[in-house]
């Protein structure tokens, strides 16, 4: 089993829909939680960071960590076709340095 | 200005040739990475350098070797090309070593195509 399994999809919503993404993940000492959207031919960019469990909130976007299920979430209110790209899930132990990425949702907004 | 640059955007070569791919933070940031993404859109980190001091070595063939002349820039080198290095590799810059300093911003990538 990978560390972290993410569904490739492909996943196609029109726009206005409300998206949701999910990693799973089998090492229960990660700590630090991050999503990255990446767009065609450019490197991923920082989305949202989590630390532990709970939800954090961001404009259209919020991040769910669910650690007793190790289970992560990322949703788009309201999605636009600019929020057209790859969300990565990433992870990391606490006092480690290297983080694991998810190996990405390709995400279509249609117009 | 561009963050995190890194040059060649794209590299087309030869089975066996030697190559090198350049990259350069200007945020100010003490840690640099490598990470390579494969076909598959998979992401893996190959090198992290702390203050140019090595890191992170993730069990990459010897082939790779990367170097840090100060801590703004990483460059890696590849000797004798194969096919399977043919790849996207992005150069990243966190502002912390470890925690929740581990903010990674990547560079654009070089898109490496080995024929």
């Known amino acids: 089993q990978k560390e972290v399994e993410q569904d490739p999809g492909p996943l196609s919503v029109p726009e206005g829909a409300i998206v949701s993404l999910n990693c799973t993940y089998s090492?229960?000492?990660?700590?630090?939680f991050m999503w990255y959207r990446q767009y065609s031919r450019k490197g991923p960019e920082l989305l949202m960071y989590t630390y532990s469990s709970g939800n954090k909130e961001d404009g259209r976007f919020t991040a769910q960590v669910d650690k007793s299920s190790k289970y992560i979430s990322l949703f788009i209110r309201d999605s636009q076709p600019s929020d057209s790209a790859t969300y990565l899930c990433a992870m990391m132990e606490g006092g480690s340095e290297k983080l694991v990425f998810g190996k990405g949702t390709k995400l279509t907004v249609n117009p | 200005d561009t963050a995190v640059s890194q040059t060649p955007k794209y590299l087309v070569t030869q089975m066996g040739n030697d190559k090198s791919i350049k990259c350069e933070q200007n945020?100010?940031?003490?840690?640099m990475y490598w990470y390579k993404q494969d076909s598959k859109k998979f992401l893996k980190i190959m090198f992290s350098y702390n203050n140019k001091e090595l890191i992170i070595n993730e069990t990459v063939p010897n082939r790779f070797s990367p170097k840090s002349p100060d801590k703004a820039h990483l460059n890696l080198h590849i000797n004798s090309l194969e096919l399977g290095d043919s790849a996207v590799y992005f150069c990243a810059s966190s502002p912390a070593l470890g925690g929740i300093g581990v903010k990674l911003f990547f560079g654009s990538g070089t898109q490496l195509s080995v024929l």
């Open positions: 945020l100010g940031h003490d840690t």
């Open positions: 090492n229960s000492a990660f700590q630090y």
